[in-house]
């Protein structure tokens, strides 16, 4: 197989797709993506809303190119939105090839004010992951194990966290520059990581769906080990993801550049 082609699949129980496998399976934790400090945001969450200005549904859908362990290759991911009275629920779908699909699921309250504010998360193929957040009793527990950590204002779970940048991009669009800086806090599978994400200004991108321009948002003050993660949030996609990229210290990466974007009104 010429390493600068795409992959095809032959056997997939070789050494070398068995590396493969490995190398896409965690590069496929970061596909869908750690005191929240959102300026603006109130110390109490605003009771969830029953209508939304928002669309009901949308889904983006994404071509994914990348490289895991030094094999390239090529899927495709998605992500789908629904909103109904005051709740909301994301589910993020990634295809593997070797490994089938992964699917994150977020579920919670929505208010227009607020954005997302999570109840439920899971994770199909790691379900360590899985989590209840539990506001009124300031917990979070893991349901797996059932280990608690603290929840504290403004937590996000790694599919929420999409959803939460493009709902502040959205209303706080004339606020954005390079330079911005957001912390968010993110659990992980046994607690809660500060998340920085910082913006590097609007980027002209040309992908699948065609030329858009997009707010460049890059996680910032990593830990020793971790992936470097970039976002573009565009207003042409209503601040969804029109492009993420994660890279991993041996060179493994994942590119998902947006192909199509779907909506329906309320």
């Known amino acids: 197989m010429n390493a600068s082609s795409p992959l095809e699949v032959t056997d997939p129980a070789s050494p ?13 934790l970061g596909l869908s993506w ?8 109130n110390a109490h969450a605003a009771p969830a809303s029953s209508t939304s200005t928002w669309p009901a549904r949308q889904k983006w859908i994404y071509r994914v190119e990348g490289r895991a362990s030094g094999i390239p290759y090529r899927t495709e991911s998605s992500l789908a939105l629904n909103l109904e009275a005051g709740q909301y629920q994301l589910v993020n779908e990634v295809r593997l090839p070797f490994l089938g699909s992964q699917i994150q699921t977020s579920a919670g309250r929505w208010s227009d004010a607020q954005g997302p504010q999570p ?11 899985d989590a209840r957040f539990e506001a009124s009793q300031g917990q979070i ?3 797996s194990t059932q280990l ?4 504290v204002q ?15 991009c ?3 669009a004339h606020e954005l520059k390079a330079g911005l800086r957001w912390t968010v806090p993110v659990i992980s599978s046994s607690g809660v990581d500060p998340w920085a994400l910082e913006c590097q200004g609007l980027q002209s991108l040309e992908l699948p769906i065609g030329r858009m321009s997009a707010w460049q948002w890059d996680r910032v003050n990593l830990p020793e080990g971790e992936a470097a993660l970039s976002l573009w949030m565009s207003p042409s996609s209503g601040f969804g993801p029109a492009r993420l990229l994660m890279v991993q210290s041996n060179g493994d990466r994942a590119d998902q550049r947006l192909s199509q974007w779907d909506r329906s009104p309320n």
Not at 34 to 41: H, K, N, V
Not at 148 to 151: E, N, V, Y
Not at 154 to 168: I, M, N, P
């Open 16 to 28: 070398s797709k068995r590396s493969f496998a490995q190398g896409l399976g965690a590069l496929a």
């Open 34 to 41: 750690g005191a929240c400090t959102w300026p603006g945001q």
């Open 119 to 129: 109840q439920h998360f899971s994770d199909s193929k790691r379900k360590e992951r």
């Open 141 to 143: 527990v893991f349901v």
């Open 148 to 151: 608690k950590t603290a929840w």
């Open 154 to 168: 403004g937590v996000q779970d790694r599919t929420s966290l999409l959803l939460t940048l493009a709902h502040r």
């Open 170 to 172: 959205m209303v706080q």
